[in-house]
Nanobody
Framework: QVQFMESGGGLVQPGGSLTLSCVAS????????MDWYRQVAGKQRELVAT???????VYSDSVKGRFTATRHGVENTLYLQIDNLTPDDTGVYYC??????????????WGQGTPVTVSS
């Protein structure tokens, strides 16, 4: 069973930075397009960043230039560096994977997510 465990969230002031982590079990993340999602209370999960098996990154317009997705193959861990945080970045962040960018089908169950709160 493919599972993901996110961590690294917290309370941050606007303009601050965070690095989120996602550890995978039951699979090797290097073979998938790995995604980061953000969910705001009362809204659907929003795809914010993707890193493909080849290392190509894709970002939503709202986070482009501030979010950086990376992957450590040996540690089987996905990272999301978030810089210049704004209150709109507040939400619970989740990771998951897809076999390719051409599918919406996810490879694993949703983890607990890691909450990020941006507030002064």
């Amino acid at each position: 069973q493919v599972q993901f465990m996110e961590s690294g969230g917290g309370l941050v002031q606007p303009g601050g930075s965070l690095t989120l982590s996602c550890v995978a079990s039951g699979t090797r993340i290097s073979v998938y397009a790995m995604d980061w999602y953000r969910q705001v209370a009362g809204k659907q999960r929003e795809l914010v960043a993707t890193i493909t098996s080849g290392g190509t990154t894709v970002y939503s317009d709202s986070v482009k230039g501030r979010f950086t997705a990376t992957r450590h193959g040996v540690e089987n861990t996905l990272y999301l560096q978030i810089d210049n945080l704004t209150p709109d970045d507040t939400g619970v962040y989740y990771c998951n994977g897809r076999r390719s960018l051409d599918t919406q089908k996810l490879v694993g169950a949703w983890g607990q997510g890691t909450p990020v709160t941006v507030s002064s």
